[in-house]
């Protein structure tokens, strides 16, 4: 399969180093990363180490089977419209946050298939990321419902030897996603901390309740999840990447805009009822944002 992965950052050089094992594989980004893959290819160290050859430069081909975006949410707007160039036979998100789907499909002449990915990654340097954790890549439908678009997406994701959940669930797994995210990205960026902190007393609680309001935010908009799944959940993540620095907190130590608008901020936005520890996270990350960028 021919994929270009827009947004060679962390997660997309991650991902586009571990398909480009078995397809032809574009990733998209900024210089001097995509100079240095382009010349020498990209070095994966950490949990697998090995050497891939993706295509790589700096905007999508004319034309690919399958777009992977993996750009922050508020930047999902301008890949859109530099993937409307590109002739696709589909597009997947596996962004942060929430609402990403939306804007691509109203830019986009192709089937928009809806994604999580829970792989750890960072980039260390140009032309170098380090598999920080093993996961899952689950995509589907961005409505309830099974395709062969995502069925054959799926599959190519398993041949990479990606471990790959094809879902008919996607807006339940959404907004777990966002639930985890949550509790753990504006928390660690604050504190400063890797997500293992969160297990243990204060923070864990603060986890929590952040969990437990987005979940609330889900069931107002119509989507099943109890308090205790998103809990549960977000535990789980913390157990299983207490090493990894999370994506916001990557983003405040390297000084760059978070996806809080498209996390917290999405959760106060959606909210019919008070949600008064995400509109505290979003309210202390934004007055970073605003003093710093």
Same mark, same amino acid.
């Given at each position: ?187 660690? #960026?604050? %504190? !400063?901390?890797?997500?293992?902190? &969160?297990? *243990?007393?204060? @923070?864990?609680? $603060?986890?929590? /309740? ?5 979940? #609330?935010? %889900? !069931?107002?908009?119509?989507?099943? &999840?109890? *308090?205790?799944? @998103?809990?549960? $959940?977000?535990? /789980? ?5 207490? #090493? ?25 936005? #959606? ?23």
């Amino acid at each position: 399969m021919d994929i270009v992965v827009m947004g060679a950052g962390s997660l997309g050089s991650l991902l586009g180093g571990l398909l480009a094992r078995e397809h032809d594989v574009t990733l998209v980004g900024r210089e001097p990363h995509v100079s240095r893959v382009a010349d020498a290819g990209l070095s994966v160290v950490g949990t697998e180490q090995f050497r891939a050859f993706p295509d790589a430069r700096t905007d999508p081909p004319d034309a690919a089977d399958l777009a992977l975006v993996t750009v922050k949410a508020s930047d999902t707007a301008d890949a859109a419209a530099a993937l409307g160039e590109c002739a696709l036979d589909a597009c997947c998100s596996l962004q942060n946050g929430m609402g990403n789907e939306e804007t691509l499909a109203a830019a986009l002449d192709c089937p928009v298939l809806a994604g999580t990915c829970s792989y750890g990654a960072r980039l260390r340097e140009p032309g170098t990321v380090a598999f920080t954790g093993r996961g899952e890549v689950v995509l589907g439908e961005r409505t309830v419902g099974r395709s062969p678009v995502a069925d054959e997406a799926g599959a190519a994701f398993r041949a990479a030897g990606v471990e790959t959940t094809v879902a008919t669930d996607m807006p339940t797994r959404l907004w777990e996603k966002l639930a985890v995210n949550a509790g753990i990205n504006a928390v660690t #960026a604050l %504190a !400063r901390v890797e997500n293992g902190a &969160l297990a *243990d007393p204060p @923070a864990d609680r $603060l986890a929590a /309740d952040a969990a437990r309001e987005t979940a #609330a935010v %889900a !069931r107002q908009r119509g989507v099943h &999840l109890p *308090d205790d799944r @998103a809990v549960s $959940l977000t535990r /789980d993540v913390i157990e299983k990447t207490a #090493a990894n620095r999370s994506s916001m907190y990557q983003d405040v130590t390297a000084g760059r805009r978070t996806e809080i608008d498209a996390i917290n901020g999405y959760v106060v936005d #959606a909210a019919t009822s008070a949600v008064p520890v995400n509109e505290t996270l979003t309210r202390l990350i934004r007055a970073w944002e605003s003093s710093t960028l």
